[in-house]
């Protein structure tokens, strides 16, 4: 016990300090006391810890002559590794394939996800198995998935789509090659689009149903219920969507990496595979460090306006 | 301008019947109240006028136009909602104006009526605020001011009162009832609350189980109940039931002996109930008397002094009765009181609940709520 009682008493001057610091504070935020502080201090540090070393070491290779297939040059590279990044012009063809992917992917998702969600809140037969197998995509691993798209379902020759195509009467598309990107999108928003089903389904649960029916009073359709009360109901739920699929779609790897390595060309190269291409086939480590601070810097600008605009949007 | 009926109205869920054949005229600018337990139906009948579900069988007519197969928003009603049911990401205003947004009606002319129904409910400073700033009565009032707005021919309340504390379901009580002369309008009310249904309606519809049970004026249901359920279930405390047995009966009424062994003449006509068979008496709390000479007996259980009033909860033989005595009374718990009733007060109920008639007619049974006024030409002179 009297162990356990020396450093708060050493502390005691400190803690009267920060509680007056408290009391003066308008900002409504408050730091912890010195006491509490100490009990945070191995977890904080723990995870700060976890957070520097990597970042760190990343920055600190980026700024090194650091190729594997040329040992022998060594030694502090300054800036050089960021001229030879942002002259490269696959850099910014990965910038707009990654844009491009997250934008499309995000708009049918969220498009698909709320509108299957009005379709599944809907009573019909065998709702509950419908609901389960339409949000069982999202527990496919990507790698199968991607295998799955590639070989069974958009194979020029084996694949359900060219089938399709063939007794339609049309020619069978080439996907990966013809419509390189445009797949990797539908495989990608095939996978998230019952993550996006799933949240906005909760949410459609909580829709008060007085208030539907108060529409109905009001002379609402079924679409103006749809625009004046379910979507603005589904406002909040649609953002942290968002923002959560574009943290993970931001670093899409596995289906790029499956079905078209990044190509043709750079066709579907985006930031997380040049990074991987720089690093782990032109084995040059430095130049792939400074991909990644550049994708930690993007990622970071897109992560402060959506966690500002979903706490704004949560707040009211 | 409007009235409604309902012609032999059935609802079915499956094999659960909820409504089970339901008879009722509404006259035009009546105050309507649908009262009974949770579970009797009356919000399912309610929601069955509104449209918002369809009657299994029978009829509805609004003006004598048979209304079944027409949609909520196209009977000229109005509801409002236990929950409000306001839109929230709306202001005052728009919550208000959303039926004429859907229509097609003009910002200016919106903003026109909007402003119309507000100085009616003295919303106008709460305009532009959203419904999650508002207090529980200013909601009330906005969901008020959302079917007023509407114009409607007949208002519909949901148990709009039940959300509210105790203060302001008086205050919106009489609110209501002063917005039913202000607008003229026939209004449908449901409650589970009787204070509601006695003190607002013209008439009151008590229901259980799917069926009516009585229709009539407050006053004639808490004098001339029906049944023994009507009996208990208007009068606030509930009506006391004695086990009687009926000795003898003539012109002048019944003769009844008590649980004392006393007897006692009640004006009811026992003409049609076979003599000497057992009788209920039904005497509400505020009609026993608390009386030296009285032919009852029991011993206090309870004590509750509300100050002008006091309730005993007497224990007499196997039943507990309600008097409800004056401020002052001097009894503590575990006295023994002797009682009687007011006997041109009591009821008196057959084997199968059903009260038999009395002999004379209470003057103020027929008495409806716009009698309690003087006629507004005559006021001041």
Same mark, same amino acid.
């Given at each position: ?30 730091i ?85 969600a ?27 998935? @991607? +295998? ?5 379902? =958009?194979?020029? *020759?084996? /694949? &359900?789509?060219?089938w399709?195509a063939?007794?339609?009467?049309l ?21 998230w ?17 007085d ?5 109905r ?12 009360i ?41 930031l ?6 720089? @690093? +782990?086939?032109?084995?040059d480590?430095? =130049?792939?460090? *400074?991909? /990644? &601070? ?23 | ?19 089970k ?51 909520p ?57 959203k419904?999650k ?11 008020i ?25 008086v ?17 449908i ?9 006695m ?37 606030s ?53 608390l ?69 004379h ?21």
């Open positions: 016990m009297s162990a356990g009682r020396v450093t708060p008493a050493g502390s005691f001057p400190a803690t009267f300090m920060v509680t007056d610091m408290n009391k003066t504070r308008t900002s409504g935020r408050t912890g006391g010195l006491r509490t502080l100490s009990l945070q201090a191995p977890a904080v540090t723990l995870l700060f810890l976890w957070m520097i070393v990597p970042l760190a070491m990343t920055v600190w290779f980026s700024l090194q002559r650091y190729n594997l297939l040329m040992p022998g040059m060594t030694g502090f590279a300054g800036l050089e590794n960021y001229e030879y990044l942002f002259t490269d012009p696959a850099l910014w063809s990965a910038m707009g394939t990654t844009l491009l992917m997250v934008g499309w992917v995000l708009v049918i998702t969220v498009v698909g996800g709320t509108l299957l009005v379709l599944f809140q809907q009573d019909f037969m065998g709702r509950g198995i419908a609901r389960v197998l339409a949000i069982s995509p999202f527990f496919v691993m990507p790698t199968v998935s @991607a +295998l799955v798209w590639k070989n069974m379902m =958009m194979h020029p *020759a084996n /694949g &359900v789509l060219s399709v063939e007794s339609l009467g020619p069978a598309v080439d996907w990966f090659s013809s419509l390189p990107l445009t797949s990797v999108i539908i495989i990608v928003a095939w996978q689009l019952p993550f996006a089903l799933l949240i906005l389904l909760t949410a459609m649960q909580s829709l008060d149903e208030q539907v029916e108060a529409a009073m009001d002379g609402a359709g079924p679409i103006a219920i749809f625009f004046f379910t979507l603005p109901h589904l406002k909040r739920a649609i953002s942290v969507v968002i923002m959560i699929e574009m943290i993970f779609l931001l670093t899409i790897f596995a289906e790029i990496f499956v079905t078209t390595s990044g190509g043709p060309g750079l066709a579907t190269t985006n997380a595979y040049l990074i991987y291409i720089r @690093a +782990l086939l032109d084995f480590v430095g =130049m792939a460090s *400074a991909g /990644g &601070v550049v994708a930690i810097i993007l990622a970071n600008i897109v992560a402060i306006f959506l966690v500002r605009m979903v706490a704004k949007n949560l707040e009211s | 301008m409007a009235t409604l009926e309902l012609k032999q109205i059935t609802k079915s869920f499956d094999d659960t019947h909820v409504i054949g339901v008879d009722l005229e509404v006259n035009d600018r009546e105050f309507v109240v649908f009262v009974g337990p949770s579970g009797c139906g009356k919000s399912t009948l309610m929601r069955m006028i509104a449209g918002l579900e369809s009657a299994t069988s029978g009829d509805i007519l609004i003006d004598g136009q048979r209304m079944n197969e027409v949609g928003a196209d009977r000229g009603l109005a509801m409002v909602f236990q929950s409000y049911a306001l839109y929230p990401h709306m202001t005052v205003e728009d919550n208000m104006g959303f039926s004429m947004r859907l229509a097609g009606v003009s910002k200016d002319k919106r903003r026109e009526k909007v402003l119309e129904a507000a100085k009616i409910l003295q919303l106008e400073p709460l305009l532009d605020r419904p700033a508002l207090s529980g009565g200013q909601r009330q009032r906005v969901a001011g959302r079917a007023i707005v509407r114009n409607p021919s007949i208002f519909l309340f949901d148990e709009p009162l039940s959300n509210l504390d105790a203060a302001l379901r205050q919106m009580r009489i609110e209501l009832a002063r917005l039913h002369e202000e607008l003229d309008a026939t209004m009310y449901v409650t589970h609350d009787q204070i509601e249904a003190t607002m309606a013209d008439k009151i519809v008590v229901l259980q189980g799917g069926e009516v049970e009585q229709v009539g004026s407050p006053m004639g249901l808490y004098h001339h109940p029906r049944n023994r359920f009507v009996a208990g279930f208007i009068g405390p509930k009506m006391n039931f004695i086990a009687v047995e009926q000795v003898s009966s003539d012109a002048e009424g019944v003769t009844i002996k008590l649980p004392g062994g006393e007897t006692r003449q009640v004006p009811i006509d026992g003409s049609g109930h076979a003599g000497g068979g057992a009788l209920e008496l039904g005497v509400r709390p505020e009609h026993l008397v009386d030296e000479q009285g032919p009852m007996e029991g011993r206090i259980q309870v004590l509750e002094r509300l100050g002008g009033q006091t309730s005993l909860y007497v224990q007499m033989g196997d039943s507990l009765l309600t008097i409800m005595a004056d401020g002052d009374v001097a009894y503590r718990v575990n006295d023994s009181v002797r009682f009687g009733f007011s006997s041109d007060r009591a009821h008196l109920f057959d084997a199968e609940g059903l009260s038999l008639p009395k002999l007619r209470h003057p103020l049974a027929g008495l409806r709520r716009q009698d309690n006024r003087a006629p507004s030409d005559t006021v001041g002179q």
